[in-house]
């Protein structure tokens, strides 16, 4: 790339990308994996070009420059680079459509290879500001979950506009790095999860300063504000409710969550509930004294069948098959996996990264929260849904022997009235069921459990997320197999009165009227 060109077009490689990065401030980026990693991640897509604009004015680093920088002594610039990535580029052709407006037919082929951008902030170190880049080429985002893949859902769509031309990366989640003055890991991974909920909530996309002030304002700290030590787990929840959501925060960093019913909430499946949703997690990690935060946005599954709930018998959750995570780990870069390991000592589970390492290579890493930021309607927690799943599976399913020869496996997430609309105007349904599903009012948010036997579909549950906790919630559902549906049918009937399934008043009375319609 000649240095006085008006327009910077060149080989994308590891050396470019590392010239554009560093500054005369720090050599840090040659010094990190950081380039190594999005090198080789923007390969994997197909990269081999790239356009720089020189003079870029971002809305996140001018908001973190007019409350923090544009104070220093230091005279820090206030503009950034941008730099946008593409499988191939026609230099002459779009020369001629930018400085002559001609030849415009070529802008459809210019947005099928576009692959994302990344602004460089003009920072002593930690400059990779708002990134938004493409999911991995193998990446399942829509329809049913797929085994040995990476299932990515937490997607957002995202418009560039280089020198006039309008691009755009349809499918893909929001990344940027700390800066250490005015957000730490815990306000990158919150502002990746606030960026992917802006879209499914409704809400304004914050920026990271406006994060940091809202976790930070009328809450007393034995630490500053600004420059920022990183975030309390009380601090992130008073962010997420400033901007008009709901914190569901489940502990595992002293025991396993708080009990519903007798079950813990397990960690993986939680996970899965949320994911399934579009909705991403904020992960709390922990290694020794180290603590770190990272945006979870999809998983990968196993083949084999997992009871990941202690003590619970072969009651089987389709999220314990969880294998990898794919974070946003603002310490190393986008779409990065995480292996799951599962530790028998402490009857959990513990995640492996190559972030973590010492000179004995990599090192487990324990996680101690889950923090999800939901709209305030939905109510009920995933693990007082998977309690009634719970009793359904092994005092009905398995109690009346209607999963003989076959082994139940449950999916448990929560969805929205229009997705589950969409997904059932596409299926072989009676007139009945169809009229009941798609044309009866029903709650905005609810938990949808599927019933798998031997990965055949069988039945579809339905429990409303916006009722409150003490009751039961389940108010709807359907049969994929008639013959299943006839069973379970002639099971309820059977149920003698002292089974734990017809113990709970609320639950006999309401689930067993809604579970003989669904078979009728």
Same mark, same amino acid.
């Given at each position: 790339?000649?240095? *006085?060109?008006?327009?910077?077009?060149?080989?994308?490689?590891?050396?470019?990308?590392?010239?554009?990065?560093?500054?005369?401030?720090?050599?840090?980026?040659?010094?990190?994996?950081?380039?190594?990693?999005?090198?080789?991640?923007?390969?994997?897509?197909?990269?081999? +070009?790239?356009?720089?604009?020189?003079?870029?004015?971002?809305?996140?680093?001018?908001?973190?420059?007019?409350?923090?920088?544009?104070?220093? %002594?230091?005279?820090?610039?206030?503009?950034?680079?941008?730099?946008?990535?593409?499988?191939?580029?026609?230099?002459?052709?779009?020369?001629?459509?930018?400085?002559?407006?001609?030849?415009?037919?070529?802008?459809?082929?210019?947005?099928?290879?576009?692959?994302?951008?990344?602004?460089?902030?003009?920072?002593?170190?930690?400059?990779?500001?708002?990134?938004?880049?493409?999911?991995?080429?193998?990446?399942?985002v829509h329809g049913e979950d797929a085994v040995n893949v990476p299932v990515i859902r937490c997607v957002v769509k995202r418009h560039a506009n280089m020198?006039?031309?309008?691009?755009?990366?349809?499918?893909?989640?929001? %990344?940027?790095?700390?800066?250490?003055?005015?957000?730490?890991?815990?306000?990158?991974?919150?502002?990746?999860?606030?960026?992917?909920?802006?879209?499914?909530?409704?809400?304004?996309?914050?920026?990271?300063?406006?994060?940091?002030?809202?976790?930070?304002?009328?809450?007393?700290?034995?630490?500053?504000?600004?420059?920022?030590?990183?975030?309390?787990?009380?601090?992130?929840?008073?962010a997420i409710k400033r901007i008009g959501l709901e914190p569901e925060l489940t502990d595992y960093y002293h025991g396993a969550g708080d009990r519903v019913?007798?079950?813990?909430?397990?960690?993986?499946?939680?996970?899965?509930?949320?994911?399934?949703?579009?909705?991403?997690?904020?992960?709390?990690?922990?290694?020794?004294?180290?603590?770190?935060?990272?945006?979870?946005?999809?998983?990968?599954?196993?083949?084999?069948?997992?009871?990941?709930?202690?003590?619970?018998?072969?009651?089987?959750?389709?999220?314990?098959?969880?294998?990898?995570?794919?974070?946003?780990?603002?310490?190393?870069?986008?779409?990065?996996?995480?292996?799951?390991?599962?530790?028998?000592?402490?009857?959990?589970?513990?995640?492996?990264?190559?972030?973590?390492?010492?000179?004995?290579?990599?090192?487990?890493?324990?996680?101690?929260?889950?923090?999800?930021?939901?709209?305030?309607?939905?109510?009920?927690?995933?693990?007082?849904?998977?309690?009634?799943?719970?009793?359904?599976?092994?005092?009905?399913?398995?109690?009346?022997?209607?999963?003989?020869?076959?082994?139940?496996?449950?999916?448990?997430?929560?969805?929205?009235?229009?997705?589950?609309?969409?997904?059932?105007?596409?299926?072989?349904?009676?007139?009945?069921?169809?009229?009941?599903?798609?044309?009866?009012?029903?709650?905005?948010?609810?938990?949808?459990?599927?019933?798998?036997?031997?990965? *055949? +579909?069988?039945?579809?549950?339905? %429990?409303?997320?916006?009722?409150?906790?003490?009751?039961?919630?389940?108010?709807?559902?359907?049969?994929?197999?008639?013959?299943?549906?006839?069973?379970?049918? +002639?099971?309820?009937?059977?149920?003698?009165?002292?089974?734990?399934?017809?113990?709970?008043?609320?639950?006999?009375?309401?689930?067993?009227?809604?579970?003989?319609?669904?078979?009728?």
């Amino acid at each position: 790339m000649k240095a *006085d060109e008006p327009l910077k077009i060149g080989q994308f490689n590891k050396e470019n990308l590392e010239d554009v990065l560093e500054n005369k401030r720090s050599n840090y980026i040659r010094e990190s994996e950081r380039s190594d990693y999005i090198t080789g991640y923007a390969q994997s897509l197909g990269c081999t +070009k790239m356009c720089i604009e020189k003079s870029y004015v971002d809305q996140d680093y001018l908001d973190d420059y007019s409350g923090y920088y544009s104070q220093c %002594f230091n005279d820090y610039p206030r503009f950034c680079q941008r730099l946008h990535l593409f499988t191939d580029i026609d230099a002459r052709r779009l020369r001629r459509i930018i400085l002559e407006g001609k030849g415009l037919e070529y802008l459809d082929e210019l947005q099928l290879n576009y692959l994302g951008s990344i602004v460089v902030r003009p920072l002593p170190e930690l400059v990779i500001g708002r990134t938004m880049l493409r999911t991995p080429l193998e990446a399942l985002v829509h329809g049913e979950d797929a085994v040995n893949v990476p299932v990515i859902r937490c997607v957002v769509k995202r418009h560039a506009n280089m020198h006039g031309i309008n691009l755009s990366v349809d499918e893909g989640a929001p %990344f940027q790095e700390q800066d250490q003055s005015t957000g730490m890991c815990a306000t990158s991974a919150l502002w990746t999860a606030l960026q992917i909920t802006a879209d499914r909530f409704n809400h304004t996309r914050p920026t990271r300063y406006m994060i940091t002030k809202m976790a930070t304002d009328e809450m007393v700290s034995d630490s500053r504000s600004f420059p920022q030590t990183g975030l309390t787990v009380e601090q992130m929840c008073q962010a997420i409710k400033r901007i008009g959501l709901e914190p569901e925060l489940t502990d595992y960093y002293h025991g396993a969550g708080d009990r519903v019913g007798g079950l813990h909430p397990p960690f993986l499946s939680l996970c899965h509930s949320f994911l399934r949703a579009k909705l991403p997690i904020i992960l709390g990690l922990a290694l020794d004294d180290d603590f770190h935060a990272v945006t979870v946005v999809g998983y990968r599954l196993g083949e084999n069948r997992r009871a990941e709930i202690e003590d619970s018998g072969d009651f089987y959750i389709r999220g314990a098959r969880i294998t990898h995570f794919i974070v946003h780990d603002d310490q190393f870069g986008p779409y990065t996996e995480m292996v799951v390991r599962h530790d028998r000592r402490t009857n959990g589970v513990t995640l492996l990264s190559r972030l973590w390492k010492d000179t004995a290579g990599i090192r487990a890493i324990r996680p101690t929260f889950c923090l999800v930021p939901v709209a305030p309607l939905i109510r009920v927690r995933y693990q007082v849904v998977l309690e009634q799943v719970y009793y359904i599976d092994q005092y009905l399913i398995k109690g009346s022997g209607l999963s003989a020869g076959s082994t139940p496996e449950w999916e448990v997430y929560l969805c929205s009235i229009n997705e589950m609309r969409d997904s059932i105007v596409r299926m072989h349904l009676s007139s009945r069921d169809r009229k009941r599903l798609l044309m009866s009012n029903s709650p905005k948010w609810f938990w949808r459990a599927i019933l798998y036997l031997d990965d *055949d +579909k069988m039945l579809e549950l339905f %429990f409303d997320a916006t009722d409150m906790e003490p009751s039961c919630q389940l108010f709807r559902g359907f049969c994929h197999d008639p013959a299943f549906g006839s069973n379970l049918l +002639k099971a309820l009937g059977r149920i003698e009165r002292e089974s734990p399934l017809t113990q709970n008043r609320i639950f006999k009375k309401h689930a067993c009227e809604v579970l003989a319609d669904i078979c009728e």
